[in-house]
């Protein structure tokens, strides 16, 4: 039995063993600085969560040999496939996931398109859609379940997105009902201020933005953050606390700063793992510590079931 089948028969291996290049598979190329294997043993969590719990922001890496990842990408993951990603949420008590296309697979959905295939209306995807990408693509994805697509402005990943390659993807993509996510550093958001408030329908702001904590909670991409929650047009994940915190675990900082946010606007704020987690400093977070944060995060009982189960139904369109 391989590593993979091993995770999905028993819930839980060790991620590190079920990530590491097969060598069965010599060519499969080495993961890159920054982009460490997952947590090897996340723990089971306390907190058990409602049904139809959803990691609302997930990525699926390869298998490289399957899937390839980009040529023009900028990192090189380790292989996080879908059967190591379902495992995962079993072990965790999580049923429904938003499977975001991640940079290094670039415009090419076949491994997004695979895993929604698979997950029997439990999962929903979130899209690169380019200039070049066509209405016929971004039909199939419809169909397939994906109901996002991802603005990327961090340079470590592209070139942020002018306005006309905004407006182009907003044509591609109009009558869906799709949401743009926005993936940004802190100090970007109030410069994007003006822009977020131009997009049609709704708009997701990925890892509580990525501020920095050091600016203070009325430094002005918390402001801006704020306002944008006002609109009723903004959505905020609350996810990325490892990646926000300047404290590391339990990430006490961040986990607070998420909850004056869920406080601030219930209705609009969902949650989700970031697995496998690249692209970070030091090693990937305990997945099981980071669902027991969710309890702090939304302590209002009311308000954890918005978070982790009627906000994501509505945003993404899971069936009732």
């Known amino acids: 039995m391989s590593t993979v089948q091993q995770l999905s028969a028993l819930q839980h291996v060790p ?13 499969t190329p080495a993961p890159s600085p920054g982009c460490p294997p997952p947590h090897p043993a996340p723990r089971t969590p306390d907190l058990r969560l409602p049904p139809d719990s959803c990691d609302a922001h997930c990525h699926i890496f390869g298998p490289a040999d399957v899937f390839p990842y980009a040529p023009e990408r900028t990192f090189t993951p380790y292989d996080a496939p879908k059967e190591q990603l379902h495992a995962l949420h079993r072990h965790l008590g999580l049923t429904r996931a938003v499977v975001v296309q991640s940079s290094c697979h670039g415009y090419d959905h076949r491994v997004l398109l695979d895993a929604l295939a698979a997950g029997a209306g439990r999962l929903r995807g979130v ?14 994805l419809h169909r397939a379940g994906v109901r996002a697509f ?13 306005r006309a390659e905004i407006d182009a993807i907003l044509e591609r993509v109009e009558g869906l009902g799709w949401a743009a996510q926005l993936h940004v550093r802190g100090e970007e958001i109030a410069v994007l201020e003006s822009l977020v408030r131009t997009l049609p329908g709704r708009v997701v702001v990925d890892h ?3 501020v920095d904590l050091a600016a203070g909670r009325d430094g002005p991409a918390l402001r801006s953050l704020r306002a944008l929650l006002d609109t009723g047009q903004v959505w905020v994940k609350v996810s990325g606390v490892d990646r926000v915190s300047r404290q590391g675990p339990p990430y006490a900082d961040a986990v607070d700063l998420a ?4 406080a601030h606007a219930p209705e609009r704020v969902v949650w989700g793992t970031d697995y496998p987690h690249v692209n970070i400093v030091g090693d990937a977070p305990d997945d099981g510590l980071l669902v027991d944060l969710v309890e702090r995060i939304a302590p209002d009982p009311a308000h954890l079931r918005r978070l982790m189960v009627d906000n994501p139904a509505e945003l993404y369109d899971f069936p009732a």
Do not use: C, K, M, W
């Open 259 to 262: 909850a004056s946010l869920v």
């Open 150 to 162: 991802r603005l990327n402005f961090l340079p470590h990943l592209r070139t942020p997105p002018t």
């Open 127 to 140: 899209a690169l859609v380019g200039e070049r990408t066509s209405r016929a693509e971004v039909e199939e």
């Open 208 to 210: 509580i933005g990525r």
């Open 15 to 27: 991620a590190a063993q079920a990530a590491v290049p097969s060598a069965a598979h010599p060519d």
